[in-house]
Each structure stands twice: as structure tokens, then as C-alpha cells.
């Protein structure tokens, strides 16, 4: 089974940046739906973004203009950009098979915490 780890979280001020990386294992990387999900304390785990196999994308309401999504499938490693940071977007930040979530599937990395300071 391909196993996703994720690097790159950190503490930083509102407003700033930072970009995740999420690097995995497996021949079938390049054909996949990668999938970027966040879980604050309390609360569900929720999708914030997403890339197609051919770069297509999508964010949630609430990143939407903030975070951009890319892929370096010669490296199987998707990162996430994201700018102009909010103390809400504070969480633990995980990668997936996006497939595989939907189906129930999915096995968890550790992720990578985000720490955004007012």
C-alpha cells in the first residue's frame, strides 16, 4: 500500500506562508488524485484541497485564493503553498489518495502541524 509522508509544517505569524510536502511511495503516484486534508483539535478531519492526475484542482471555500496545490510526479511529491495564513488554519495537515478516502480506505501518515499566531 503507498504511504504518504508529509514535512514542511511549522509556527508562523498571521499572514505569512508556508509550503507542505507530501511525498510518497509507489508506482501508481502519477495516476493518482492526491488529496490535502487538515484536523484541528475537536474537530473532524476536512478536505482543503486537491490535484487530478493531469494538475486539475480544487480548494475548499475556506482556502480558496489562499493555497495552491502543485505536483512534481518525477519526485511523487505534491505540495501545498499556502499564503496569507490564519490563526484558523491551525491543524494537523495530512495527504492522501483522495480515492481512497472516499472509500474508506485510506490509511493516515503522522501529517505535519500548522501553527499560525495571531
Known amino acids: 500500500q503507498v504511504q504518504f509522508v508529509e514535512s514542511g509544517g511549522g509556527l508562523v505569524q498571521a499572514g505569512g506562508s508556508l509550503r507542505l510536502s507530501c511525498t510518497a511511495s509507489g508506482s501508481t503516484f502519477s495516476s493518482a488524485f492526491i488529496g490535502w486534508y487538515r484536523q484541528a483539535p475537536g474537530n473532524q478531519r476536512e478536505l482543503v484541497a486537491r490535484?487530478?492526475?493531469?494538475?486539475?484542482?480544487y480548494f475548499s471555500d475556506s482556502v480558496k485564493g489562499r493555497f495552491t496545490v502543485s505536483r512534481d510526479n518525477a519526485k511523487n511529491t505534491v505540495y501545498l503553498q499556502m499564503n496569507s495564513l490564519k490563526p484558523e488554519d491551525t491543524a494537523v495537515y495530512y495527504c492522501?489518495?483522495?480515492?481512497?478516502?472516499?472509500?474508506?480506505?485510506?490509511?493516515w501518515g503522522q501529517g505535519t502541524q500548522v501553527t499560525v499566531s495571531s
Open positions: 490535484i487530478t492526475s493531469s494538475g486539475g484542482s
Open positions: 492522501n489518495n483522495d480515492v481512497r478516502v472516499v472509500a474508506g480506505l485510506a490509511s
